[in-house]
């Protein structure tokens, strides 16, 4: 029990595109979803968390027009990147907690952005 | 501040040998304490959590870990380790009774010679 499914794993898209990345939680519902981004050998950022039906939260330096969260759905929440430029390129994380136990974060298996 | 310190970036040990990767935090009241695992590529696994109760906690593939109030430490233990256990290991704290925001440590990356 408890997955979350992250797609794609892996993208590679042109500067100044922008690239979705979708959030999923397959067998419980996610009342609420964060995303994080994490550097070669370093430990995760959270960018920003989400609630069901509610704008997300950023954190603090995150740019919100940057990257877009929408979390529609108590199963799926998506990160949109926005003309993307190579210092975006990095590996972002999502993550899920359901109401039934939600002190606990169940994380997908990444994507890996690669923006030439 | 919050903050979770993993005093060791990079540990390398031999397959059977025993393993300790220490955390410590600094946090406002008692947080819930959690570790969890990274593979190459991957998302993270939850190896265990320490909410309330008996401060010597069981997780998955035989890891324990240990709460130590006085020392505000987490440090996590394996007995005998697989070469599977190689991997990227990262402590976290968050609020106790709240669901988010999890701060994490750097994480400290073990390395196993057969």
């Known amino acids: 029990g408890a997955v979350v499914s992250q797609h794609p794993s892996w993208v590679i898209c042109k500067s100044g595109t922008s690239v979705k990345i979708e959030c999923r939680s397959l067998?419980?519902?996610?009342?609420?979803m964060f995303w994080y981004r994490q550097f070669p050998k370093q430990s995760l950022m959270l960018m920003a968390t989400?609630?069901?039906?509610?704008?997300?939260?950023?954190e603090q330096g995150v740019e919100k027009d940057k990257f877009l969260i929408n979390h529609a759905s108590l199963t799926l929440s998506t990160l949109t990147v926005t003309s993307a430029h190579p210092e975006d390129s990095s590996f972002y994380i999502c993550?899920?907690?359901?109401?039934?136990?939600?002190?606990?974060?169940?994380f997908g298996a990444g994507t890996r952005l690669s923006v030439l | 501040a919050q903050s979770v310190t993993q005093p060791d970036i990079h540990i390398t040990v031999s397959e059977g040998a025993s393993l300790e990767l220490r955390c410590n935090y600094s946090?406002?009241?008692?947080?819930?304490l959690f570790w969890y695992v990274q593979s190459p590529g991957q998302g993270l696994q939850l190896l265990l959590k320490?909410?309330?109760?008996?401060?010597l906690v069981q997780g998955i593939k035989g890891f324990e870990a240990e709460f130590k109030r006085s020392q505000s430490s987490f440090n996590l233990r394996k007995p005998s380790v697989h070469w599977s256990d190689a991997a990227e290991y990262f402590c976290?704290?968050?609020?106790?009774?709240?669901?988010?925001?999890?701060?994490f440590g750097a994480g400290t990356r073990l390395a196993v010679h057969p």
């Open positions: 993550s899920a907690t359901s109401g039934l136990a939600k002190n606990i974060q169940y």
């Open positions: 067998d419980f519902q996610a009342t609420t």
């Open positions: 989400s609630n069901e039906g509610s704008k997300a939260t950023y």
């Open positions: 946090y406002g009241a008692t947080p819930y």
């Open positions: 320490y909410f309330s109760g008996d401060t």
């Open positions: 976290a704290v968050g609020p106790s009774g709240g669901y988010n925001k999890l701060i």
